[in-house]
């Protein structure tokens, strides 16, 4: 497995793997109604193409069959760092893809003088554990309303670097 720093051209890669994680990861948390309105605003090719021009650093995870995952990260202050998205193929979850990558960004955010990482996490998400297992503290839990009547009930976690 390699990671690259993802580019403009990898957006349709990028929303390809963000439809196929959604599904078996939220399907049973979230309505259909709510999947579909949320990738959407989350995955637009317009909002992923400012994200990229902005502060938010993409990162591919490549194999040799092509891309089986991606993350996004970004620097919120001089001390945090925010993972706000990490998304595998459903058939890379517990092959230790998402361990690899999860530690790429803990690792560059530490490099980048960060010095906590936070992230999102909907509080009926199995990912919860995931985290846990990987220093990571629930912190708050949190409702976002996003639009439309829809909320993300969250738990954001905590991890010193």
Request: aromatic share 12%.
């Amino acid at each position: 497995m390699q990671i690259r720093k993802a580019e403009i051209i990898d957006i349709p890669t990028i929303q390809e793997i963000a439809a196929q994680a959604w599904r078996p990861t939220y399907g049973a948390i979230l309505s259909e109604e709510q999947c579909v309105y949320m990738l959407d605003m989350m995955y637009r090719t317009d909002v992923l193409s400012n994200q990229m021009e902005g502060n938010v650093h993409f990162f591919m995870l490549e194999s040799e069959e092509g891309a089986i995952g991606f993350a996004a990260y970004e620097a919120v202050n001089e001390n945090e760092g925010k993972l706000h998205k990490i998304y595998l193929r459903h058939q890379q979850k517990s092959k230790g893809a998402g361990t690899y990558l999860l530690e790429f960004v803990a690792k560059f955010a530490h490099e980048n003088g960060q010095k906590e990482l936070l992230l999102n996490v909907n509080r009926h998400n199995s990912a919860v554990q995931f985290y846990i297992k990987r220093g990571f503290q629930i912190d708050q839990e949190i409702d976002l309303h996003v639009g439309e009547g829809y909320y993300m009930n969250d738990y954001i976690m905590k991890r010193v670097l």
